[in-house]
T-cell receptor
Framework: GAGVSQSPRYKVTKRGQDVALRCDPI?????LYWYRQALGQGPEFLTY????????KSGLPNDRFSAERPEGSISTLTIQRTEQRDSAMYRC????????????FGSGTRLTVV | RKEVEQDPGPFNVPEGATVAFNCTYS??????FFWYRQDCRKEPKLLMS???SGNEDGRFTAQLNRASQYISLLIRDSKLSDSATYLC????????????FGSGTRLSIRP
């Protein structure tokens, strides 16, 4: 697509439920990144992929968080058994492999766990 | 120590002033550097890449100091529309390296 698309834009879920956040990167962008951003803070790295391979997942807070990108395009970030502390803006970005042109972000998914 | 550090500000300067802020990084193997701009409740957007020799884009100048491991952003003749948070971004040496964002520096331009 023309830009990075994330869905849903807003998600309110009850504590303990699982949620799946979707990211559709710019066509041709082989690198895809997931970040979490709290108000007044910079984006906090979670994980990233080159093609379908997860290169680094060191930023995932715990084993309730997982991500996949099975066909090297759309990616899903899944949070199991959500907790209130998971509430944040979740941002996805994509780039060409070298990243030389920078990274393009989607509008994000605002997750609220109640 | 954080991998990428920025002065959070806020920097509050009058319109037309020149303002500069720095960002320090801890990994000496870092190879790619960028400045991003983020408006309130919006996604970060690329402002400019930072090249080894320094580079300019209109009123904006970016510099890289590898010896001291910092990058800087200078904004000349600041406009009200420059009010935003400026994020420093650092990446390692390969395509397998993650990209790290600083916490951002808030800039507010007053009339």
């Amino acid at each position: 697509g023309a830009g990075v698309s994330q869905s849903p834009r807003y998600k309110v879920t009850k504590r303990g439920q699982d949620v799946a956040l979707r990211c559709d990167p710019i066509s041709g962008h082989v690198s895809l990144y997931w970040y979490r951003q709290a108000l007044g803070q910079g984006p906090e790295f979670l994980t990233y992929f080159n093609y379908e391979a997860q290169q680094d997942k060191s930023g995932l807070p715990n084993d309730r968080f997982s991500a996949e990108r099975p066909e090297g395009s759309i990616s899903t970030l899944t949070i199991q058994r959500t907790e209130q502390r998971d509430s944040a803006m979740y941002r996805c970005a994509s780039s060409v492999l070298t990243g030389k042109d920078g990274y393009t972000f989607g509008s994000g998914t605002r997750l609220t766990v109640v | 120590r954080k991998e990428v550090e920025q002065d959070p500000g806020p920097f509050n300067v009058p319109e037309g002033a020149t303002v500069a802020f720095n960002c320090t990084y801890s990994n000496s193997a870092s190879q790619s550097f960028f400045w991003y701009r983020q408006d309130c409740r919006k996604e970060p957007k690329l402002l400019m890449s930072v090249y080894s020799s320094g580079n300019e884009d209109g009123r904006f100048t970016a510099q890289l100091n590898r010896a001291s491991q910092y990058i800087s952003l200078l904004i000349r003749d600041s406009k009200l529309s420059d009010s935003a948070t400026y994020l420093c971004v650092v990446r390692g040496y390969s395509s397998a390296s993650k990209i790290i964002f600083g916490s951002g520096t808030r800039l507010s331009i007053r009339p």
